[in-house]
Nanobody, 116 residues
Framework: QVQLVESGGGLVQPGGSLRLSCVAS????????MSWYRQAPGKERELVAS???????NYADSVKGRFTISRDNAKNTVYLQMNSLKPEDTAVYYC??????????WGQGTQVTVSS
């Protein structure tokens, strides 16, 4: 059974930082790429960052230089370090595999709110 559990969201002031975590189970984590998406109220879900099995990363233009995606295969966990947060980063953040047995599955998401 595929499970994706996101955590680490919260309320933060503009310019602040948060680190999101996503613990995966039910598939061979080390053999698939992983992505973080986000969905703001009234908007479509959008890709934020991806990481391949080899550790290559890709970012949306809106977060380049501020966000960093990483993974720990020993812990079946993918992270999203978010710095210099802006109000427009407010959204529910989700992780999902890019291929493999967990492809198409989503977690419950974690809410990130950037506000003063």
């Amino acid at each position: 059974q595929v499970q994706l559990v996101e955590s680490g969201g919260g309320l933060v002031q503009p310019g602040g930082s948060l680190r999101l975590s996503c613990v995966a189970s039910g598939f061979t984590f080390r053999l698939v790429g992983m992505s973080w998406y986000r969905q703001a109220p009234g908007k479509e879900r959008e890709l934020v960052a991806s990481i391949t099995i080899g550790g290559y990363t890709n970012y949306a233009d809106s977060v380049k230089g501020r966000f960093t995606i990483s993974r720990d295969n020993a812990k079946n966990t993918v992270y999203l370090q978010m710095n210099s947060l802006k109000p427009e980063d407010t959204a529910v953040y989700y992780c999902t595999p890019t291929s493999g047995g967990g492809y198409g599955y989503w977690g419950q998401g974690t809410q990130v709110t950037v506000s003063s």
